[in-house]
């Protein structure tokens, strides 16, 4: 019986041990968190760097959880750049402690004014900061400074490729402007279930309503329900949106009182909050601004 | 030498909890993981609230002193009220996540706060935090496991004859004037800082599934509760071994493929000894 | 106030979805969490809500589209399965109930976690959330929820009544139940059924925590105030029903509290009141009645010393110093177990002490008699020893009614005219004649 454990031991040691070693070629490699960060840093980064999305599009902080290749893809890195703000939860721990790699914090540099919290409690962020562009400029600055410090062979390239990306989000700004502005004034309501989008609507002049904070782990109340109910009876609106993370059944119910009371609203198509989307209008960064605008645009009006 | 870490925290997560999990099933308190997992969010959110951050270190002594007010509020119920062990447990664990919703919803609106988010170590993650003691790296979930895995050997040795004596025939313990409410206590305290202490390590669905399933294998094999706890141990091996290998083949979550391997090795054991009829 | 009013009137249609809704529930999980109770498997919601996981990720894999229908469909068969494994390990090897709802839950759900990871690494697209996505908010009903929780609740009705004799013999005695052919195969079956359906129709409109809670705590807090089947199945559904309905009101009544854990909170209120004050079971009841019990132990103690007493000869008063010498009282206790028997009539208080009225007087030779009687029927039936029989005696003398004596005494041989204390009646004059 002994035997055989210590056959077996040492069989596990070898096979663990026999591990391949880190790639020395050329290529940086460079680990985002999110799918909006990697978009960010495609757009920045120099043709010599490889991007890799630990959360590829469409999966959620939230719910994440990690296997064996994520380990692998930490580990090869050069460079790791994550969000902050709480938004990968326990795994920013561990990349504040891990030693190694560049590791970047995009949120490092952010004007704390400019970051929604929760009145009642401070020590509550919103970190839905990528729908607010001055946070998002920041955010690309960070990672252009710390990558051009760590880098400096490619210092001319990143600046030159983050103004001409920055020019480029100003293009997307002004256009998802005046899709706003194309909504009477009246009508610029948007009502989801999750907090997601207070960032965005600040931007780019609009309402947001929901049923329940940032937080997907808090659940709202029957007087949140009829609240809401009432709200969009009082004020028409037309149109409510769903959410990719969270059960529809929380909006169709809404959408049945409305219509026991007497008005019909429409429910509009999922909005992207937490991570860019898979199809061909929804895969970039800047996509998602312009997508999310049409769709409330195109139910609102 | 990442595998040889995550092999070694799994053995020691399955060793700590397997030992306390074969006690556990003998007093058929075997969700008792799983009663945990849930049970501790009002004291993360507690924790969270007075603190204001999210630290892993408030956050995790919130956890473990709701952990034993868990402990004590089911033996309560179960001793005082007469009510059967299962029930109590789970009435205490379904209210207490209850409360930790509600205050989540009322006072934290903003932030994330779930045991998953906040406390839950990952096991895959586990050698990318290091640190030196003595002149040795070792991840730091490893540090740890190995203060728990001492604890619990310390304390399983010390308690045995009480907890045999308790577990198998707590009438005739009381009979002889054994305090069988202590020896159930100090278990039960034992498994809420065991248990909590690794979901802070490795997350919360590796420590349920150690906590029960090399144990009812291991019973299956035999009664006797020394052989027990070295098939414990032998399990806790093969399963945090066997489990990195599928997890490396499947390319998918590492304490999810040992729990699935644990399951696999308590089927093969079923399978021979099955009763017919 | 006005809120109330409109709350119980239903006004607001999403309070009557949700209200109606959350009512069917909790009466029907109440319902048939008891037979889980029963059988000892009351955390069954638990392990099948887990075991879910695995069926909605092979049910997204499959059709490729996050349709709410399909998914459930792949959780509830998931979900049969657990329960079925949970019945076959528990009927095949010696693993209780409880190790198998925790090994069969650890182990899906485990795959579960195998699986979204195995899909997130593999598949890219619009998969996030799916381990939420079917989970629903108390809150957030339809009036389709409230009909198919009626025509659950219709179901489980008529399947319940349609077995009933079987299930209610298979739950209470199952050797008995199989000896006169009932299968418990079939019954386990019928029980995994109702448990299933209940579930997989709840946990899209409450939420996993919710769903389990309602099939503990009500069958959990019923269980104080009956020990029979249909009392307790009636009892368990109004407790699930109106903890629905309060934890309702309340979310109503305030902002920002969440309907599902709100009506968690208040059936947990009602088993704990239950637990407390509940006749019979209820610690009050059981705590006010040892106490009643210490007390009257208590006086029979002292009475019997004091007939003691006087049988030896120390005069027809008697004052604490005497008494301790056969039976130890400390100053509180003598003080209060005294004026006890004051109030009742058993003593009087005499200027230098206290001396026992008639009825005071037979009292306490019944509790010797009946303390004789114990340790002759120790000797003679039960071979025990001399040296032991007095301290049993001690006990049982306070137990002992008229009924059991007299079976005893008939069971010995002697008339009930034995009376070993005739004599002490005849030296003593009573002092209320004197």
């Not at chain 3, 494994?85 to 209780?96: A, H, M, P």
């Not at chain 3, 104080?224 to 309340?250: E, H, K, Q, Y």
């Not at chain 3, 009050?284 to 210490?294: A, E, F, P, S, T």
Request: net charge neutral.
């Amino acid at each position: 019986m002994r035997k055989v454990l210590l056959y077996l031991l040492l069989f596990s040691l070898t096979a663990c041990l026999t591990k391949s070693k880190k790639e020395n070629g050329n290529t940086i490699k460079i680990v985002c968190t999110t799918s909006i960060i990697s978009d960010w840093v495609v757009n920045i980064a120099s043709n010599e760097m490889q991007i890799i999305p630990l959360l590829k599009t469409g999966i959620d902080p939230h719910v994440y959880k990690p296997s064996k290749r994520d380990l692998d893809i930490l580990r090869s890195a050069d460079v790791i750049i994550y969000h902050g703000l709480h938004l990968e939860g326990k795994i920013i721990e561990v990349l504040k402690k891990m030693e190694g790699p560049l590791i970047i914090n995009v949120s490092q540099n952010y004007s704390q004014d400019l970051i929604i919290r929760d009145p009642s409690f401070p020590a509550s962020i919103d970190p839905h900061v990528w729908f607010d562009l001055d946070l998002t400029r920041s955010a690309i600055t960070t990672i252009t400074q710390n990558l051009s410090a760590e880098y400096p062979q490619f210092k001319d390239e990143l600046d030159s490729n983050m103004q001409a990306y920055f020019s480029q989000i100003n293009n997307v700004a002004k256009q998802v402007k005046s899709i706003i502005s194309s909504i009477p004034e009246g009508q610029r309501t948007v009502i989801t279930t999750h907090d997601a989008l207070s960032y965005f609507g600040r931007s780019f002049g609009f309402n947001v309503k929901t049923l329940q904070g940032a937080s997907t782990v808090s659940e709202f109340g029957l007087k949140e329900i009829t609240g809401l109910v009432d709200f969009i009876v009082d004020q028409q609106i037309p149109a409510i949106f769903l959410e990719n993370i969270i059960s529809p059944q929380a909006m169709i119910s809404v959408q049945k009182g409305c219509k026991a009371k007497g008005f019909e609203v429409k429910i509009g198509p999922e909005l992207l909050s937490d991570s860019l989307g898979d199809k061909e209008d929804q895969n970039t960064y800047t996509d998602m601004l312009l997508f999310n605008a049409r769709t409330i645009a195109e139910y609102l009006r | 030498m990442d595998g040889f870490w995550i092999v070694l925290t799994g053995f020691l997560v399955a060793s700590s909890t397997g030992m306390l999990g074969n006690l556990l099933l003998l007093r058929k308190m075997s969700m008792m993981g799983d009663a945990l997992s849930h049970a501790v969010l009002p004291g993360i959110v507690i924790a969270y609230l007075i603190s204001g951050s999210r630290a892993s270190f408030p956050l995790l002594i919130g956890a473990i002193i709701m952990g034993l007010l868990t402990t004590f509020l089911i033996h309560f119920f179960s001793n005082k009220g007469k009510i059967q062990g299962d029930a109590a447990m789970g009435t205490v664990f379904t209210f207490l996540f209850a409360i930790g919703i509600i205050l989540v919803t009322k006072y934290a609106g903003q932030a994330d706060i779930d045991a998953d988010c906040v406390l839950h170590g990952e096991l895959a993650f586990v050698p990318l935090q290091q640190t030196s003691y003595f002149g040795i790296t070792a991840p730091d979930a490893v540090w740890t496991l190995l203060l728990l895995f001492t604890f619990i050997q310390l304390v399983f040795w010390i308690g045995y004859k009480g907890w045999l004596l308790t577990s198998f025939n707590s009438e005739f313990a009381a009979s002889i004037g054994i305090k069988t409410a202590i020896w159930h206590y100090s278990l039960m305290a034992a498994t809420s800082v065991a248990t909590v202490v690794s979901f802070e390590s490795v997350g919360a669905i590796l420590v349920i599934a150690f906590l029960v399933v090399p144990a009812a294998t291991a019973y299956l094999i035999t009664k006797d509760l020394k052989r027990m706890v070295v098939v414990i141990i032998i399990q806790g091996f093969l399963n945090s071994f066997g489990g990195y290998m599928l997890s490396n083949i499947l390319n998918a979550s590492i304490s999810g493929s040992m729990a699935v391997i644990s399951f696999v090795g308590f089927a093969i054991v079923f399978l021979v000894t099955k009763k017919e009829g | 106030m006005d809120l109330l009013l409109k709350y119980i009137t239903l006004e607001d249609p999403n309070v009557r979805f949700v209200v109606v809704a959350i009512v069917l529930l909790g009466a029907v999980s109440g319902m048939v969490g008891s037979f889980n109770f029963l059988r000892k498997k009351t955390l069954v919601g638990e392990t099948v809500a887990h075991s879910m996981l695995p069926g909605v990720l092979i049910a997204f894999l499959l059709s490729g589209v996050k349709s709410p229908i399909i998914m459930i469909l792949g959780a509830a068969l998931s979900g049969w399965m657990s329960i079925w494994l949970v019945d076959y390990i528990t009927q095949k090897s010696k693993i209780k109930g409880d190790s198998a709802l925790a090994i069969v839950l650890s182990s899906f759900f485990g795959l579960g976690i195998v699986l979204l990871t195995m899909i997130q690494s593999r598949f890219s697209g619009n998969q996030s959330g799916l381990d939420h996505y079917i989970f629903g908010n108390a809150a957030a009903m339809t009036p389709e929820d409230s009909t198919t929780f009626a025509v659950v609740c219709l179901v489980v009705f008529v399947l319940v009544m349609s077995s009933y004799l079987s299930i209610k013999a298979t739950i209470f005695n199952s050797d008995y139940a199989q000896s006169i052919g009932i299968s418990r195969k079939k019954i386990d079956i019928l029980i995994s059924i109702l448990t299933i359906l209940t579930i997989s129709v709840g946990i899209k409109a409450v939420g996993i925590v919710m769903m389990s809670a309602l099939l503990i705590i009500p069958p959990t807090a019923a269980r104080f105030w009956t020990d029979r089947l249909v009392p307790m199945l009636i009892i368990s559904g109004c407790f699930g029903a109106l903890g629905g309905w309060l934890g309702s009101f309340i979310s109503y009544y305030e902002t920002n509290m969440p309907t599902g854990p709100l009506t968690i909170v208040c059936v947990s209120i009602i088993a704990f009141v239950s637990m407390m004050f509940a006749p019979k079971k209820g610690i009050v009841y059981q705590r006010w009645n040892k106490l009643l019990l210490r007390r009257r132990i208590n006086e029979e103690n002292l009475l019997k010393a004091a007939v003691q007493n006087e049988v030896r000869g120390k005069g027809k008063l008697f004052n604490r110093a005497q008494i301790n010498t056969r039976q130890y009282f400390e100053q509180k206790l003598w003080n209060r177990t005294i004026n006890r028997l004051k109030n009742k009539g058993f003593v009087y208080k005499v200027h230098t002490g206290y001396t026992l009225s008639m009825a005071g007087r037979n009292y306490g030779a019944d509790i010797d008699r009946r303390h004789k009687i114990w340790e002759v029927y120790l000797q003679r039936r039960m071979q025990m020893s001399v040296h032991l029989v007095h301290d049993e005696a001690e006990t049982m003398e306070h137990f002992l009614t008229p009924e059991i004596e007299e079976e005893i005494l008939g069971e010995l041989g002697l008339c009930s005219r034995f009376n070993p204390l005739l004599e002490i009646h005849e030296i003593i004059p009573d002092p209320d004649i004197a």
